[in-house]
């Protein structure tokens, strides 16, 4: 910082050697993609580059690297978090059903988030949908056991690849058709495919499976 010859020469010592602040964790990874979705505003995703991105956001292009691994990665990052976030617990709507449903429902819309974006090539759609996979499975997990701690399914005789079956049959539509499912897709795969065989194999009463029924389309927003 240059002198100031019209202040004492203390306080010009002092302005040149006062610590700068630094952007640290969630702080600095936050501006980083705020800066990300703006350059994406204003050059498309064609033009993108992360050079763009470091110098948008005042950081270098290591410091974006070592976060995100690869320019889909950073893309990815910067579109998911504008559309819909998976990262926090899923509603609790306290039911099993309504759990699954709403856990669908963001995957769903987190595996097209690049609609957001007109020029989006392929290889982030297919990373949105690979994410939004492996980030629903996780969601289900925590659906589970509060499930289990309601009382509405026994874990421990649940299997995995069941367990796995909502978010597993979704991913497998969202692969084949390259659009959002409509939401009544969603529904069928809760109340005609997962839930029969769950209250079948772990339901807490031996008895027999309870019905689901169906709710309103309300329940998908």
């Known amino acids: 910082m240059p002198l100031d010859r019209d202040t004492p020469l203390a306080e010009n010592r002092d302005r040149q050697t006062a610590p700068r602040t630094r952007r640290r964790g969630d702080t600095l990874e936050q501006a980083i993609l705020d800066a990300a979705w703006e350059e994406l505003a204003a050059v498309g995703s064609a033009e993108l580059t992360v050079a763009a991105v470091a110098a948008r956001a005042g950081t270098s292009k290591a410091v974006l690297y070592r976060r995100w691994p690869t320019r889909t990665d950073l893309l990815a ?3 998911s978090r504008r559309v819909v976030d998976l990262a926090g617990p899923p509603p609790d709507t306290g039911s099993l059903r309504g759990d699954v449903i709403a856990v669908l429902t963001a995957m769903n819309q987190r595996a097209h988030a690049a609609q957001a974006v007109p020029d989006i090539g392929g290889d982030l759609a297919v990373h949105l949908r690979r994410q939004a996979h492996v980030d629903g499975a996780d969601q289900t997990g925590i659906v589970l056991d509060r499930a289990a701690g309601r009382g509405e399914i026994d874990l421990d005789a649940l299997p995995a690849r069941l367990a796995r079956l909502p978010v597993d049959l979704l991913h497998a539509e969202l692969s084949l058709r390259h659009s959002p499912a409509p939401d009544d897709l969603i529904v069928e795969i809760v109340d005609d495919l997962f839930l029969p065989l769950a209250f079948l194999r ?14 309103p389309r309300s329940d998908l927003r």
């Open 77 to 79: 990052a910067a579109i």
């Open 202 to 215: 772990a339901s807490p009463s031996a008895s027999h499976a309870p019905h689901a029924p169906h709710a």
